[in-house]
Each structure stands twice: as C-alpha cells, then as structure tokens.
C-alpha cells in the first residue's frame, strides 16, 4: 500500500499492490478490489487489473485524510473467485504530517503601487504545520495553481515583502500554506492588489 505525498507523490494518491497468496494451484487471471470510505453503506463499483499487473492506482478517487476500507480477491483464468481478503482501513495521506491550517486574517497583505505592487507575507500567522507559504498572482477569476505561481516564501515567522512589477491593472493574490512534504493547507485570499 502506498499513500500521500510520501510515497506516491501526490497528496491525495492511494496504490494498492497484491500479492498471490497460496494457492490451491489455480492460474490467477486477475486481481478485483473493492473500496469505500469508512462508515459508507456500499462498496464503490468493483475494480479489477490483470494478474501480472496487481496494481490498483486510486489516486484521486479519495482526499486526504479520507479513512479508506479495501477488500480484495483473486479470480483464475476459469473465473474462480476467492473469498475476499479481511478489510484493511487506510487514512490517505497517513504518513505525511498535518496538513498546515489556514493562514490567520493578516497573514497575505498587499501595498499598491506605481508599476508595481509589493506582496507582505507575515509567516509568524502561520501554524506549527507550515513549511512554505505558496504565492500567486492572477489578473482575475479562477485560480490556476500551475499559471499563475510566483514563488513561496518559508514560514520561519518572518515577514517577507515580495515587489511584482505588473503592467497597470487590477490583480489578486493568492497565498496556500504547505508542510514539509508539500500536503497543502486551504487557499488564502484573494487579496485584490493594483499596479497603477
């Protein structure tokens, strides 16, 4: 089993690898798992991967911190079906530390100015959890992670002023807590900013 950023590189990634175990001699075909999360009524619609493969990549299915119950069988090449496996219970994202909180009221200010304006984070408003404080800028709408990052900053409890020199116009900023291993705390802002 393989979860989280830690073993997977994705925060909310969950792989589950299988093993034959002792057989009656049968020739397995393929491996079927089934998933849930804990205290759901229902299994999820059953999943299964060839024999050699015996890898099941939920990654994106569950969230982290989702506690997930699996259970899995062996079917052979003449549709055999083994008893399912005992049902293990895994929290997504286990080995990966705390997720950092939301960064206190205060944490991400903007000073508007001429061509420019300066990004204020005060990391000393972040929680125990937080590494790194993500920044990004946008000239409205949706945030876009991968577009509109403009660097991050270390959450030592310093106060750190970042100048993005931007045609005249009206931006927002976003700033999004991470611990060490990059699991991420909710989006900040936005905080409106004008270049002027």
Do not use: C
Request: proline share 5%; aromatic share 6%; no cysteine.
């Amino acid at each position: 089993m393989a979860t989280g950023l830690a073993a997977t590189d994705t925060a909310d990634g969950l792989k589950v690898f299988l093993l034959p175990g002792v057989t009656n001699g049968a020739i397995l075909d393929r491996f079927e798992l089934r998933h849930r999360l804990v205290g759901a009524g229902t299994w999820e619609p059953l999943l299964d991967v060839p024999a050699a493969t015996a890898m099941f990549d939920l990654t994106g299915l569950y969230a982290i911190d989702d506690d997930v119950q699996l259970e899995a069988r062996a079917v052979s090449i003449d549709g055999q079906q083994s008893a399912f496996t005992a049902t293990v219970t895994v929290t997504v994202g286990a080995l990966d530390g705390a997720a950092p909180a939301a960064l206190a009221a205060g944490a991400v200010t903007v000073e508007n100015g001429t061509g420019a304006f300066t990004i204020v984070v005060d990391t000393s408003l972040a929680d125990a959890a937080t590494a790194r404080v993500r920044l990004f800028v946008n000239d409205g709408g949706v945030l876009d992670e991968a577009d509109d990052f403009v660097g991050s900053v270390a959450a030592d409890g310093t106060e750190y002023r970042r100048v993005r020199n931007l045609p005249a116009g009206s931006y927002q900023v976003f700033a999004r807590p991470v611990n060490a291993l990059g699991a991420a705390g909710p989006v900040f802002g936005p905080v409106p900013a004008t270049s002027s």
